[in-house]
Structure formats: C-alpha cells, structure tokens
C-alpha cells in the first residue's frame, strides 16, 4: 500500500530538496554538499526500499499522479467507450525501471564523495545536481510518453547547466554545443510523440501499445504498418539515440565530457546517457513491441546498422584521441552502439524467445556495467588529473609507481571494459553476442568480437603509458605547472575510494550477473509474449 | 485522433477527415517551420540565430500539436474552447485539451532551454569576444 507513494517520492525529495540549497545560502556558504548528500541518502533509501518491494516482493508499483480523479476510468461518451484508458500521469515501477532507480540513486549518492574535494563548491551547482538527480528518477520511472519528454528536457538543462558549472568558455561553449543538439533530439522525440498521440489518442505507454496492436473495439486492425505510426518510431529512435550518443549524433558527447569539471563528467557518463538508452529500450520493446518489428523489419535493421557502425566508429575514434577524457568519452558512443544493438536483436524479427532473452540480458547488464565502470573510470582519470596534472594519455608514462590505488582502479575497470571475465563488462558483452549468434545475425557477431579488440586497442596504449613506460623516457620530469582549479590540485579519500569501489564493484557484478538476469525475467516474459505490461 | 476528439466532445459520426482538407495548411506549415527551423541550426554561423532557428524547430511542434486539437466546421457546428460549465446540460463539441495542455508545458521547457542557451552566448561573448561558429572556432584553435 505505502509502496505506491515510492515512485512520487524519489522524483519530489530531490526536486525539493533541491531548493534547500540556494534557500539555506543565503545564511551560511557552501551548505549545499551537505543538503545534496542528506537527500540524497534519503533518496537511495527510499530507492532501496523500492527495488525490494519490485524484486523481492514481485510487486509492479504503480502511481497514479492526481489523486481520486485520474486513474484507469471507463467512461463511456456517446457510443465510444474508453475501454479502461488511463486518465493522467502514471509513475511505474517494474522490473526494468527498478534497477535504473536502484542504480541513479546510489550513483548519485556516491559521485558526491568524489564532488565534496573536486568541487564545484558553489549551492547552486547542488541545486542542479539534486534537480538533475529528480529528473533522472522521473525519467526512469514515468509511464507516459509526454512526461518522458518534460523530463528528458529537465534532464538535459539540469545537463547544460552543470557542464558548463566551472565558468570557464570552453565548457560554455561545449554546454551550448549539447544544448543546441540535444534539444534538437528531444524535439525529434516529442515529434515521434505527437504522431503517435494523434494515431492512438493517448500518451500512456500501455495504453499506445495496446491501441497499436489493435485491441480496443474501435481501431480495425493492428497499427503497426502504418506510415504514421513507422514515422513515429524513426523520429523517437532519433530524438533518443542523439541523447544516448549514438555515433553520427554523437558529436555533442565528447565536448561535453572532456570540457565539464570531472564531478559531472562522473555523474553523466554514468547516468545521463545511460537513462536515455533506457527510454529508447522501454519504447522499443515495450510500446511499439515485436509485432511492430515484425511487420516492418527495415527499421529495426537500419537501428542495427546504426548501432553497429557507432561501435565500430566509436572504438576507432576513442583509439585516436590524445586527451584521456575523449578517450573514454568516445568509447561511451562504441558502448551505447552494443546497447542500442542488444535493443534491436530483441525485437529482431529473426530472434526466438533464446535470443530476445539474451538480448534483453544483455542490455540490462550492460547498461548498468557500463554505468558502473565508465563513472568509475572518469572518477579515476579525474583523481589522477587534479592530483598529477595528467591529462594526455602520453602524461599517463610511469604514473602507475605514483598513484597506484588510482592506476591500479583505472587498470580494472579498463580491464572490464574489454570485457575480460569475470568482470561485468564481460557478462553483458557475452549476452549481447550470445543473442546475436542465437538470431543468426552474423554481421553484428562480428561486431562484438570487434569492439573487444578496438576497445583493447585504446585502453591497452594507455595502460602500457601508466605501467610500462619509464616517468623519464617520454615527459620531462618538471613538476607540471599544478591547475590552479577549485580543488587545489589535491585529491581526498573520497575521489580514490570511488574509483576504487568502481573497480570494485565492476568486478563484483559480474559474479552476480546470474541475479541481474533473474531480476528481469519478467521483462524477459513481457517482450516474448508482446505484453504492453511488465507484471511479475 | 478525429475519433478521439469526437468520442471526447460527444459528437458521433462525420470524422474529421473531411475537415483536415479545408484546415490542412497548418500541417504544412509545421514541416515547412520544421525544416527551417533545423535548416537555421544547421547553417547558420551565428550562436543567437541558432537559437532562433532552436526556437522556430519548436514552434512548429507546437503548431502541430495545436493543429490536432483543432476542431473544424462539422456539422454545422465549429468547435469550442474546452470549457465547459458546470451547468452544462449536453456536450458541444469542444476542442481536445490534451494537446494544449502538451503545448503549454513545451512552451514553458521551450523558455526554460532558450534562457539557458542565451546565458550561455553571453558567457562564450564574454570569454571570446564573438558570436560567429567559425570565428570562435579560430580564437579557440589559437589557445
């Protein structure tokens, strides 16, 4: 009963409490890492608390924002039965949703420990980071394809606003670079939206799906070959595959991650791209559903072309980059390819119940790990850019000796990222692969057999740069002029602790991969009988 | 939609299929401000004019949106703005709300992004001096 206040909570603790540090401000200065970090455990509580009422109590928390009015109502008008239509905003809390709420919430919570010495220091930097967290849960957690775009919007201001929170120009610059393209992309999205809100007559993600497939009394036939309704999945794939960094719309990504103070490169390369590879897997597999596909399989083809070719662009423009940030910033556009590719061999008209489930598995793991260890990886670079200057992969020669907590995390969590087991970066890409052997989609096999040995292509220079080449043989060994930032050029326990938990933690998730699948299986269940609802 | 908008405003029969050909013009003004608008953030060098071609992409969205609500001449009767009094005894057919309910809030995410867009052009004016795409990109390769 109280489960159903959960959803409301984890969207309205953040948002107000992002008011608190700006109010609290004007009394005292710098309180705002202390409010961020109380709402914040209270938030990854209430988080908790959600994900053991959705997995261990096989519930699917649902609330209906509104009160007594709104809700599933059948109202008839006229001859037009509404046949159970859902009137108002629901917040859904299932066996997807529920892991990304688990995982913004502890991710949120522990990118502070890194922030409170890296800084930005100011209260309002808190504000957007609380705002940005409240957003990401709403994201997650709504049921309703309009709502979807509001936060998706609040999600990408709170965005522009902390890449560019250290007022230097060139972030400024990169803030407005994502600003004009993401907006771009979301409007792309609400377009998709508006199409198919004209065709079904309404925003619910249950209730488009079923109108889509045909079910109320007054749709004939099932939409799904529709040009409007083809059109509205091009524009939504688009809209949400440009906020995902997929690779020709990725351009925004690696400015972005590279320009912004390293606190936020964390947070976002964990969360941000991360939430919108969500929506577009929720949509695609939930709302448009297999027997879309089905009956229009170019587009999902053209979606794994599109990913397929982001991985490998992605992989070969990470190889080719000198600034460690851009490395990694490059190789999340390789990594969401494989992710949107897991998307699409799910629903792919040639994958049986075998591949759709390990195609699903795979982008659930995968988004996580990879969440895991590119926020663990950003930390680490960031720790050992503030604390040794180094910010060109050639700077990373001998550091290793210097900084071995940081390089030895920096060396797992790369590790993970090719994807050497038991890591988790080896569970999803193991899914992935399996899924596409099992759909007999050849191509993409060798897609993931390649985006292994790219990725061990980038991250292999720069660990022979951090172990096996000599602090004297490339750099000279002036002390480098230290950046006069708002750290100070210091590092605390906090900065390390999280690269290490990261690096930690990616290794430990890959020995729980069996649970994580199991945590899905309902999804699982939903996509392989085109249910628009995932029930336990 | 149109059945929609009927079974909302109570009307039964005449789709509004017939209509859309006398108010169809709006449709196609919606892709014509679409591409302008996208056209504008694509080509022009000018940070604000990109914005503007920003604002003019979404615009044209509203306009879209607005265009489905409306309600033409059916059956003698034109639709009215969803209001309706308490004391209403039948429906008239009454324009859908949702959709302007959907514009209202995009506006408002509109305002919100175009206010976060200038403040960052003042920033970048302020650090490199210009306005212009390729000019900064210049300023910027000198640093």
Not at chain 1, 276 to 296: C, E, H, K, M, Q
Not at chain 2, 67 to 81: D, F, H, R, V
């Amino acid at each position: 009963m109280t489960e159903e206040l959960l959803p409301v909570l984890l969207i309205v603790v953040p948002i107000l409490g992002a008011t608190l540090p700006l109010v609290l401000g004007l009394f005292r200065e710098r309180v705002g890492w202390a409010v961020a970090a109380g709402t914040l455990s209270v938030e990854a509580a209430v988080a908790t608390w959600l994900g053991y009422a959705v997995y261990i109590g096989d519930q699917r928390v649902v609330h209906v924002l509104g009160g007594e009015t709104f809700g599933r109502k059948e109202v008839t008008v006229g001859e037009f039965d509404t046949e159970g239509f859902i009137v108002g905003i629901e917040l859904v809390a299932d066996a997807l949703s529920g892991l990304l709420v688990v995982l913004v919430a502890l991710v949120a919570l522990a990118v502070l420990a890194y922030a409170r010495r890296a800084g930005p220091r100011r209260n309002a930097f808190y504000s957007a980071y609380l705002l940005l967290t409240g957003g990401l849960m709403g994201l997650v957690l709504t049921g309703d394809l309009f709502n979807l775009f509001v936060f998706l919007e609040i999600v990408g201001l709170m965005t522009y606003a902390l890449v560019a929170s250290d007022r230097s120009g060139a972030s400024a610059v990169a803030a407005l670079k994502y600003l004009i393209i993401g907006t771009t992309g979301a409007s792309m999205y609400l377009v998709g939206v508006g199409y198919l809100f004209v065709r079904t007559g309404t925003l619910n993600m249950v209730d488009v799906s079923r109108v889509l497939a045909g079910e109320p009394a007054w749709v004939e036939n099932a939409l799904y070959s529709e040009p409007l309704v083809v059109a509205s999945f091009g524009f939504i794939a688009v809209g949400l595959a440009t906020k995902a960094a997929i690779f020709p719309l990725h351009t925004w990504q690696p400015d972005a991650y590279s320009e912004s103070p390293d606190s936020v490169t964390v947070l976002i390369s964990a969360l941000v791209s991360t939430t919108a590879a969500y929506a577009l897997a929720r949509i695609t597999w939930v709302v448009f559903s297999p027997d879309f596909f089905a009956a229009n399989p170019r587009t999902v083809e053209l979606l794994l072309a599109i990913a397929a070719v982001s991985v490998v662009a992605g992989s070969l423009l990470a190889a080719m980059q000198r600034r460690v940030k851009r490395v990694f910033a490059y190789s999340s556009v390789a990594q969401f390819g494989l992710i949107v590719m897991a998307v699409g061999t799910a629903v792919h008209p040639a994958a049986g119940d075998q591949a759709t489930q390990f195609a699903v598995y795979g982008v659930v793991v995968h988004l996580i790990g990879h969440a895991v260890i590119k926020g663990g990886l950003f930390a680490a670079i960031g720790a050992l850019n503030s604390s040794a200057g180094a910010r060109y992969v050639r700077e990373y020669a001998g550091l290793a000796k210097q900084r071995p907590f940081l390089s030895g995390s920096l060396a797992v969590l790369g590790f993970s990222l090719i994807g050497v087991p038991p890591a988790v970066g080896f569970v999803g890409k193991w899914y992935i692969g399996l899924a596409a052997v099992e759909a007999e989609l050849w191509p993409l096999v060798f897609v993931v057999f390649a985006s292994t040995l790219l990725t061990l292509l980038y991250v292999a220079r720069l660990l022979e740069k951090l172990y096996f080449t000599p602090l004297a043989a490339e750099t000279d060994t002036e002390p480098r002029p230290a950046v006069a930032a708002d750290g100070g050029g210091s590092v605390s326990y906090g900065m390390v602790a999280l690269a290490v938990l990261a690096a930690v933690l990616a290794v430990g998730l890959g020995f729980a991969g069996a649970e994580l699948t199991d945590a899905v299986q309902p999804l699982v269940e939903a996509i392989q009988e085109s249910s628009p609802e995932v029930h336990p | 939609m149109s059945r929609l908008v009927s079974a909302t405003a109570g009307v039964t029969g005449t789709p509004l299929v017939t209509d859309i050909l006398t108010n169809q013009y709006t449709y196609l003004l919606f892709a014509l401000l679409l591409v302008i608008g996208l056209y504008m953030v694509v080509a022009s060098s000018n940070l604000v004019k990109k914005i503007i071609g920003l604002n003019l992409f979404q615009s044209a969205i509203f306009l879209f949106f607005v265009s489905t609500a409306y309600l033409g001449e059916s059956g003698g009767e034109s639709g009215q703005a969803p209001i309706i009094p308490k004391k209403a005894v039948a429906y008239d057919p009454y324009a859908s709300p949702l959709p302007q309910v959907i514009v209202l809030t995009a506006i408002v995410v509109g305002v919100a992004l175009t206010a976060v867009g200038l403040a960052l052009v003042i920033r970048i004016y302020g650090e490199y001096g210009t306005l212009d795409e390729e000019t900064l990109r210049e300023v910027r390769a000198d640093d």
